[in-house]
């Protein structure tokens, strides 16, 4: 079966989408009064630039096409806004969204391998997707899939590279040479602890993706087309492995969750936050 | 004694059951199975080499980083092919058991976890190096099928049979070269989760796996020199555990023994004890690692010291009947 990449939206449309996933994010977690907002609002844009940026070759229609790029959340408990960017992308009907954490339903709190469709990786032990990745552009490479199919993108976070297994993986795929695998590290500098310079510093992060032979870019993460157009580079690229190190802030878009990173990593809004939060998520990033 | 057409125990060149895995993965690979085999750093003592000579492209070692392996398994898997992931049990599971729960197991990846060098049979290099919860850890996980070979004959055909599904397996192999119990025997006698009945008596029931069911049938051999008949039953699947059989055994024989190169605690006794306890409790006794860690000295002299011979059956399936 032959399925093609969603058509790219402008950017004024991509900023649009970022606001309507900032608001599933915060509802979602409001109603189930628990979830990982914080870890979520940073990759709105990451999220919404590969899924409506034109970067990701998928059908929603056809979520097993053989050749689709995959996107593999490796930070497994930002699953708020891998449901919101779904749902918009037309995996299932945001009429779910209000189901996540709930008993019974396929919006689990860690990312839960096909449930809904669309999600290609079980997670929520941190440090595997990028292992995982490996796996999946090997086996690309076994059935010869021509190397601008089935790209695999990883989001990983900052915190999460404190786990050894990153590294290992990292190693390998240049080891190995895989040029398809494209890592995205949603840098927001605050885990759940607090502050990555103080619990466990990554820095210079980006010098160490290079001497791992690792091609590195640096993007505002929260400039959705800069993030866009960095993905389409990586995308491009065949000559390495290829890392996007987007700088963002955790709660981005929620002015009381920005400024209380470590205190929204992972619990949902009040009645009278999401009225806050709603608000100024309508209002735009400023 | 009912021979259930078993001869006495032969006296083939013996060899490991590890030494299965790379003939059994060459024969697939052979055969037309789009498989693929991981290594990490172990390859030579897996075996996992003799599939890289033959199928390099179907080969590759990660180094040794088990953690990145097993999720590297599952994200080839994901792409629909059939993999197998080799290593020692004390490093897998060992080293990553977080990435075998969520990756193989609660994503139901079709892997094949080949763990060589399993139990205190690996000898010299001591405790670090010998495995005595890998069965404990692998029967815990929901969906894992749990197998250990009792010779190299059973082991080839495990491997092989894996390949005929699509689940996640944990097939525990050894070090040191056994007897062959199976030898001549054309017809594959393992099945996934069924015992294998080698001798039908009715005094008592030996259960055992992998290095301790040749002993086992030496101990029944042994208890019928004496008048007492013992029935042997190969428990080489312990997940799914054989419960029919062993409540059959319970019913007719009213006393189990159990025997294996574990922990008592968490393998193949613990199953079966759960099993009576459930549905038919009669006496039970066990031959296992009684809750120590190993060290180093030749494997003979550590199965002898820790107790997992064919007199220490004898002496437990006296205890179980004593106590029917």
Partial sequence: MTSSPLPAIDTDALVDVCKRIRRHIVEMTHAAQSGHPGGSLSATEIFAALYFGGVVRHDPSNPQWVQRDRVILSKGHATPVVYATLAEAGYFSTELIPSFRSLGTELQGHVVRNKPAGVEMSGGALGMGLSFAVGVALGHNLDDLPEDE??????????????????????????????????????????NDGPGDEIMRIDPVGDK??????????????????????????RACTDAPQVVICETVKGRGVSFMAENPAGWHGKGPSDEQLAQALREIDGGLT | MSSNGWAAIPEPPP????????????????????????????????GGNK?????PERWFTVGAAEQNMISIAAGLASTGKTVYAASFAVFMPGH????????????RMN??????????????????????EDL??????????????????????AIRRAAEDDEPWYIRLGRPKLPIIHLGVDEPRFELGRAEVIYLEDHVTLIACGLMVEPTMRAAESLAQEGIGARVLNMATIKPLDEAEVIRAAEETGAIVCAEEHNVIGGLGAAVARTLALHCPVPMEQVG??????QSGPWQALLNEYGLTSESVVEAAKRAIARK
């Fill in chain 2, 51 to 55: 599939l890289a000579a033959s199928f």
């Fill in chain 1, 209 to 234: 993706w290079a001497a791992f032979g690792w091609s590195v870019q640096h993007v505002d993460g929260h400039d959705v087309e800069a993030v866009r157009d960095a993905l389409l580079t990586a």
């Fill in chain 2, 111 to 132: 892997v094949k976890l080949i763990a060589s060098h399993g139990g205190i049979s690996v000898g010299e290099d001591g405790a670090s190096a010998q495995a005595i």
């Fill in chain 2, 289 to 294: 690692i009684n809750d120590t860690f190993g």
């Fill in chain 2, 96 to 107: 990553c058991f977080d990435q075998i729960r969520v990756q193989i197991a609660q994503q």
């Fill in chain 2, 15 to 46: 060899a490991a059951t590890r030494e299965a895995y790379g003939p059994a993965l060459v024969k697939l690979a052979e055969a037309g199975h789009d498989i693929v085999a991981l290594d990490a750093d172990l390859s030579a003592s897996t």
């Fill in chain 2, 136 to 157: 404990a850890l692998m029967t815990s996980l929901p969906g894992m099928n749990v197998v250990v070979p009792s010779d190299a004959v059973e082991a080839d055909w």
């Fill in chain 1, 150 to 191: 089935g790209h695999v993108f990883v989001v990983v976070g900052d915190g999460e590279l404190n786990e050894g297994q990153n590294w290992e993986a990292i190693m390998s795929a240049s080891h190995f040479g895989l040029h398809r695998i494209t890592a995205i590290v949603d840098r927001n500098h605050f885990q």
